[in-house]
Structures are given as C-alpha cells and as structure tokens.
C-alpha cells in the first residue's frame, strides 16, 4: 500500500510524472490556497509559490490552510502554503516567492504549468504573455459577484486552459481592451471584491483537474484548450459557447514568433555560466571554516611552545 | 547547467508530416526549426517558433547517405538565421520507437555547417535535432568555436505534456 494507491488508475508512472512536474502558482489567496491543498494531496512535486501578500483578517472566510494564528504573525500567503504542502509531502521541492510575479520570472520559465489566481485583467494578461513566450501552459481562474438588484446577486466564474499556439484569453474575450481601460480607470477607487470559499473550490478542483489531465490524463485526447462558465447560483460548470467555436483556431494574438527573450544572447549567457562556476569553485576550494575555540586554543598553544 | 528544448504539439506534428513525404531520389528528408531563447539562471532554454522545408531540388544526388542537402539548403538556412535573428536546428527523422541517435555520417556533417552559424547569428546557440516516432535527441552549439552540448530536456507542449529527459 501507499498513499497514491487510490489513484493508481492514473498510470502506472504517474506518481513520477507528478512528482518530477514543477507548478507555478501566482496568486495563493481564495482560489490559488485550494490549489496548493489538492496539488499536494495529488503529489505534484515541484512548485514555485508566488504572492506578495500576508494573511490579513478578510482573508480567513476563505484562505485554506490558513488559521488565526497567522494574523497575529503577518504570516505571509507563501508561507502558509509551504506549511500547507509540507505537511502532506516528505521532501516536495518549493521555492516561495514573496513578491510579485515580475520578480519571479527566472524560477517561473521553468515550470511545466502555470496557473493565474489574480484578481486584475491587466496581470493576467501579463501572465499568459509570459507564458507564452516560454511555451508554457497557463490556467486561468477567476470569481466574481455581481448584484443582480434588490439585495440579490450572481457568482459567476470561469476556468481557460491557455496553450501555446491555441486560443488566448483574447481569443476568449475575456481580455478585451474596454476592460483592461475600464480598469485601468478604477484603479485605487476599487474597494475589496466580494469572495467566497465554496465557488473558489469549485474552480480551483476543476483546475487541478486540468493539471493532472496535462501531466498524467486518464482518458484518450484531453482537450487542449478548455474554457469554462461557472454559475454559482445554478451550481453548474458547463463549456462556453466559444470553446467549441475557436476549437481549431490557431490565436493571432500571441504568434510563434514571439516566444523566447528578444535581447537573449548567447555569448552574455556563456559568460553568465562561467562566472557561475568559477564562483562555486572558489566556494568549494575555500579552506574549512575554524572554531573560535580552535583558533584560540592554537595561539595559546603557540605561545606557551606547545 | 540544463538545456531544454519546447516544440508545440503543432508544430512537432508539421515537422513529422513534411519528414514523412517521399522525395525523387532522396531516402529522407531535411528540415529546419527556427527557436526563440531564454535562460533562467544557468539554465537554457529553446523554444521552438517555426519550421521549414528544404526545397526538393535542394538535395543532392547521393545514394551513400539518407540524404544529402546542397549548399543552397544551407544557405538559405544560414539566410534565416541572419535575417531573423534567430537559433536554427537541422532536423530530420530516424523513425522506429524510443530514443534515436544520430549516425557517424550525421556528426561529421553537423560538425561541418553547425558551426558556420555562427558567422551569421553568433548571438544564438544553434544545432541538430533527430527524431524517432516518439522520442527526440539534440545536439546544440553553444559556441562556434566549441564542441557540441547535448540537449538535456524535451517538452512536447500539448494536451498532454510529453516530457522526456536525457538523464
């Protein structure tokens, strides 16, 4: 028996794969903590944690693994996911970033997976750009309430699978100029967004979901370009329209010619790597560090003509 | 230091449908994969853009080899790589299952025209990439003036992710 017994049905090599796959998750709050949760529960290995915030007190109705405790500590989000993981995995591979994601972009290149729980339009098409460029899948969640009138209200939501060279959130209409502009004019007059634990559940065990189709799928051909609508009030998930529409559209908005560093040069590179091992190897021919007692003890041991 | 190289699903499959058409008198057939680039610490990483074909009247009569690519192959490749600014790979197929090799015939060659790249885009790492049914390996020049490095990683990127590693 182990603890991946339950869901052997996922392949035979499935415990490697998930083990080997390093995930990148921006944004730990509402959506991004569940993720953490079931991404260790399911054995995924690696990950590069990125948020640049601490648990405040509006953040407990739904930041899982987070207790009361951490309000008193300022814990930060990267921090109680880490805690959250390493107690559901021996020796998981974690790099916690508390920044911005900007400043995360040489640990996030190297991820098999990227997913986006953020709240602005604008970040998230920053991060679907970035991970285009590096050929990376990007999975994007996002919740939202909205007032209906008359003190009633919609919980709506959705879940895209973002693949290279496959329809974009631009493709999608999620990202569009007159809401990036929209927002852009809100910035700073926008109060706390209403959120709640159960919708964020619902989407973010759909994206673990999708990550464990790409990594280990257990079914033929698992679609490679997912866009999902959430109803909160209905309690349904069900593909929008266009999924089935841009099914075999190749996105205009984020060509092959794009991936990659535009000012990447190679010789700046071999230069990067020589340095790099230069500097190792004076580290490892440094001589062995000496007690203060040691060193001590020798003078005493000198003068005296020991 | 690793160094992977990223192919979209799309583009691998472009790249096997045009290595599997017949040629006049040619066994095989030639391509070449242009790459975007990107390091992460001392880490390299390729990422393929697009693919092109050689020519048919590119080749060479030569029935000792697979193929033989003429020098307007190579130097349209070379033209690519000037105008684009971009790492280019020679590829071409094996077939059969598992990780292929390249052959004795295939070394001496890249070690010929690989490190001519770097006359024209020496600010890219360029190569040679063979393919199996399933599988991939590489050979990448970081340097003209050096050996090549084997390509340590590949990601078939696509639903799912197919990840082979060399080690």
């Known amino acids: 028996m182990n603890r991946f017994d339950r869901q052997s049905f996922l392949g035979m090599d499935s415990e490697f794969k998930l083990g080997a796959a390093t ?18 529960h399911l054995g995924i290995g690696g990950y590069v944690l990125v948020d640049p915030d601490h648990s405040t007190e509006t953040n407990t109705n739904r930041l899982v693994g987070g207790t009361l405790a951490d309000l008193e500590s300022l814990t930060a989000k990267v921090a109680i996911a880490e805690r959250l993981i390493r107690g559901l995995q021996e020796r998981p591979r974690i790099t916690p970033v508390r920044d911005t994601w900007h400043n995360a972009t040489a640990k996030l290149k190297r991820c098999e997976i990227i997913v986006g729980a953020v709240d602005s339009f604008k970040e998230r098409e920053e991060l679907e750009r970035f991970a285009r460029r590096h050929l990376i899948p990007y999975i994007d969640i996002g919740m939202d309430i909205h007032e209906l009138g008359g003190k009633k209200y919609l919980i709506g939501g959705q879940v895209i699978l973002s693949m290279p060279g496959k329809p974009c959130l631009r493709c999608c209409g999620l990202i569009t100029e007159e809401r990036l502009a929209m927002e852009a004019n809100k910035y700073g007059a926008a109060g706390s967004r209403p959120q709640v634990v159960w919708s964020n559940g619902v989407l973010a065990s759909t994206v673990v979901g999708l990550i464990t189709q790409l990594l280990t799928p257990w079914f033929n051909n698992p679609p490679d370009f997912v866009y999902l609508d959430y109803d909160g009030n209905r309690g349904t998930l069900t593909p929008n329209d266009r999924m089935e529409l841009l099914r075999n559209k190749i996105c205009p908005h984020h060509p092959p010619e794009e991936t990659g560093d535009p000012l990447f040069d190679v010789r700046e590179f071999n230069r990067h790597v020589a340095d790099l091992a230069l500097n190792k190897s004076k580290f490892s021919s440094a001589p062995p560090a000496t007690s203060l007692w040691k060193t001590i003890w020798a003078g005493i041991a000198r003068a005296l003509g020991l | 230091m690793t160094i992977q ?20 008198y040619a066994h095989e057939r030639v391509g070449f994969i242009s790459s975007g680039l990107s390091s992460a610490e001392e880490n390299l990483l390729v990422l393929a853009r697009t693919y092109r074909a050689v020519a048919d009247g590119d080749y060479l009569h030569d029935p000792s080899v697979g193929a033989m690519i003429g ?51 020496p600010q890219c790492p360029h190569g040679a990439l063979v393919l199996s049914n399933n599988s991939v390996h590489g050979h990448i020049w970081l340097d003209g003036d050096k050996s090549f490095e084997i390509v340590t990683g590949f990601v078939e990127v696509g639903a799912p992710l197919n990840i082979w590693s060399t080690s």
């Open chain 2, 5 to 24: 190289f990223k192919i979209t699903r799309h583009l691998l499959e472009e790249v096997r449908r045009d290595l599997a058409r017949p040629h006049r």
């Open chain 2, 71 to 121: 020098p307007d192959a190579i130097r349209k490749a070379l033209q690519w790589a000037l105008s684009e600014g971009v790492a280019v790979f020679h590829v071409h197929t094996h077939g059969g299952i598992g990780r292929p090799g390249f052959s004795n015939i295939d070394l001496r060659e890249q070690a010929k025209f690989v490190p001519n790249f770097f006359q024209i885009a």
């Open chain 1, 23 to 40: 995930l990148g998750l921006v944004g730990l709050g509402g959506g991004g903590s569940h993720i953490v949760q079931q991404s260790g």
